[in-house]
């Protein structure tokens, strides 16, 4: 059955309030806005810019986001390089959650003045709230280097290198991040997962530790040990610190996908889809649950309900391999095979030894008619599962079982 942890940034990081700045220094806001309305022309300009910046500025701490929306658009053409008015304008929009809008006037600010390190940080946020840690990354190492004191730096960005699976790098921000603030439970959750998905359970151990010290009945000592179990096929022991953890808090994001997860790796179906709708009250992105959801839906041969549900959990995830590859099969089962190809070479991106992805998408290209293709990707399927299955037995063979982890 289908692994569901490994592609998912958990969702109290993803949905991470924004730290927008909505002023610049006194001396910057003056001559840039001074600047601007010179490149206009006339004192006229002048005193109308001047009014559409207060304007501005008084909407967005009154909160009213779509006006202050309004007055920086309606200054940007008689300042065009004023920070104050390009920032402005971006966190009106990032406000109103028009984030992928407000990029665009983040990178001309940083166009204007390079190392600003409130539009770096603006930028970076943004990037990062779209869960494009690629670009959030580079922008959150930048600001930890500059201050190593940034908690907020370095816990991003080693949050952005959890995104992308470069679990290792991430471990060492984490670390970092959990440094200078010891006592942040999201922080040593994350640094618990790194660390799982790394393989060092003696470090997982660890951190356990430190959780239990601040909180030991916290839901995330009991999601980190659960997973843990999880990890090493311990899933009866896994569903009772889930169970413990849904006690503790049962808002807690993940908490219920979770434990529908382990109920569904032990083909309990009925309570899998309970706890996955419980999920879906609280979050209804919540990738986990709309991917395993729709995995059910496609096995009572609903196909379209499946593809609903696969398309929402690619929606809220784009790098859920488990859910493009849903994606294309539900396409597939359709008679789709064109629109089966995007996900399942998607999926094939995130994992390229996903010996599934590559026999379906072998599938939809013999559906088209694309012979060679076709067997090209059936022979790379077979392959990658002969391998796997070798590396497999040599494992059994050669290796101890990985160490149960216990409680400190």
């Excluded at 196909?303 to 859910?323: D, G, I, M, Q, S």
Aim: negative net charge; proline residues 6%.
């Amino acid at each position: 059955m289908a692994a569901h942890r490994a592609t998912c940034l958990p969702k109290f990081v993803v949905a991470i309030s924004l730290l927008l700045l909505s002023t610049l220094p006194p001396s910057t806001r003056a001559q840039e806005s001074a600047s601007g309305a010179k490149s206009a022309g006339g004192a006229s300009a002048n005193a109308r810019l001047a009014t559409l910046v207060a304007d501005g500025s008084s909407a967005l701490h009154a909160e009213d986001f779509a006006t202050a929306e309004r007055e920086f658009r309606a200054a940007l053409p008689l300042a065009p390089r004023s920070l104050e008015v390009l920032n402005g304008l971006a966190i009106s929009l990032v406000k109103q959650g028009k984030i992928a809008d407000a990029i665009p006037y983040y990178r001309r600010a940083l166009a204007v003045k390079p190392g600003d390190p409130v539009t770096i940080r603006n930028l970076a946020l943004a990037y990062f709230k779209l869960q494009k840690f690629s670009g959030a990354l580079p922008l959150f190492t930048a600001l930890s280097t500059r201050d190593p004191a940034d908690f907020q730096a370095a816990d991003l960005a080693g949050m952005s290198l959890f995104g992308l699976d470069r679990y290792p790098e991430a471990v060492n921000y984490l670390e970092r991040a959990s440094q200078i603030q010891p006592s942040d439970l999201p922080t040593l959750y994350m640094l618990g997962q790194a660390y799982l998905r790394s393989g060092n359970y003696a470090a997982v151990t660890d951190v356990f530790g430190r959780i239990m010290a601040i909180d030991p009945n916290s839901a995330e000592a009991h999601v980190m040990m659960g997973t843990a179990y999880d990890k090493t096929s311990q899933v009866a022991k896994g569903i009772e610190e889930y169970e413990e953890a849904e006690k503790a808090n049962p808002d807690f994001p993940g908490v219920h996908s979770g434990l529908g997860v382990l109920y569904w790796e032990r083909d309990e179906v009925e309570k899998a889809e309970e706890e996955f709708h419980e999920e879906l009250k609280r979050f209804p992105e919540d990738a986990v649950a709309n991917c395993v959801l729709g995995q059910i839906e496609l096995r009572r041969d609903d196909t379209a309900a499946a593809l609903a549900l696969f398309e929402k959990a690619v929606e809220a995830n784009p790098r859920y391999k488990e859910a493009l590859f849903g994606e294309g099969k539900a396409q597939l089962r359709l008679n789709q095979p064109r629109k089966a190809l995007a996900p399942l070479r998607r999926a094939i991106e995130v994992d390229p030894n996903y010996a599934e992805a590559h026999y379906q998408l072998g599938n939809a290209l013999a559906m088209l008619g694309r012979t060679a293709e076709a067997a090209k990707e059936r022979e790379t399927s077979l392959a990658i599962q002969k391998k796997q299955q070798s590396d497999y037995t040599k494992k059994l063979n050669h290796e101890p079982p990985p160490a149960s982890p216990e409680k400190p």
